[in-house]
């Protein structure tokens, strides 16, 4: 419809005097694409939330958390093993570059700036389009933050000694010694104890010294000469003091 010269009306163009409420519609008015919060909904992810705690109680049950001996200060061969989640960290400070005198740059500021470029991804990248491939920044660096972390957890996985590292978390049988024994009040005073252990249990750097095959003798040689890693010439006492050590140590069986 035309009034005048050069206008032209379409439709009603008035704005309506009745304000409505800006409540979206009810969910029945979508049948099929949408559900009611309570009770379906929540239903539903209770169910998936059980099945999951469920199969997760089961893993825990069939493979039970590995357990090691009580920790002991003075054992200085101890190699610590981080939880899965910070084995990457832990990778981190083992390079030359974030370990030493650089162990700050390793363990603060690298971490940190990494995290915090995360968390600012989405304050610098604030397009409006969903695809990964039309966000590069925020995609790329979330690749990258990936592969970071996936190289370093697979890395300190692959150089670390299972099997040294189960041998020095054993638990064993406690050994009661006599520590009124003559023999081990020699040990005792020899620097052999830092090593072998209060009870000669033994640690990650040296061998248990109970139940040894060695004969009296082949231990005098030990103690003057070394074996191992074990350098000569940590006895320093007398050599009869020494006779009564190798007897002492030739002796000592667990049963």
């Known amino acids: 419809m035309h009034r005048g010269k050069g206008m032209k009306f379409v439709g009603d163009s008035r704005v309506s005097a009745e304000r409505k409420p800006n409540i979206p519609k009810d969910y029945s008015e979508y049948p099929g694409k949408t ?3 309570w009770p379906d909904f929540l239903l539903r992810e209770w169910l998936v939330g059980a099945v999951f705690l469920i199969g997760f109680l089961c893993l825990t049950v069939a493979h039970p958390a590995p357990l090691e001996g009580i920790a002991d200060p003075t054992e200085t ?5 981080p939880d899965w989640y910070f084995l990457f960290l832990y990778q981190l400070i083992k390079y030359q ?4 005198p650089y162990n700050l740059l390793g363990v603060a500021i690298i971490p940190g700036l990494a995290f915090g470029g995360l968390l600012l991804a ?5 397009g409006p389009e969903r695809r990964p491939s039309k966000r590069p ?3 790329g660096f979330m690749l990258l933050a990936f592969a970071a972390v996936f190289y370093l957890t697979w890395e300190a996985v692959d150089m670390h000694d299972w099997a040294a590292a ?5 638990i064993t049988q406690a050994f009661e010694v006599d520590k009124e024994a003559e023999g081990y009040k020699i ?3 020899q620097s052999c104890i830092n090593c072998h252990g209060e009870n000669l249990e033994g640690s990650a750097a040296a061998p248990a010294l109970v139940d040894m095959e060695h004969t009296p003798e082949e231990i005098k040689d030990i103690a003057h000469n070394g074996i191992g890693n074990m350098p000569a010439g940590q006895y320093d006492g007398s050599e009869e003091d020494l006779d009564k050590l190798a007897e002492y140590l030739a002796e000592l069986k667990s049963e």
């Open 166 to 170: 189960e041998q020095q978390g054993k």
């Open 97 to 100: 570059f974030a370990s030493g």
């Open 77 to 81: 061969g101890y190699i610590p093993m």
């Open 35 to 37: 559900e009611a919060f």
């Open 187 to 189: 040990y005792a005073n």
């Open 122 to 126: 989405p304050f610098i990248d604030r």
């Open 137 to 139: 920044f925020a995609t």
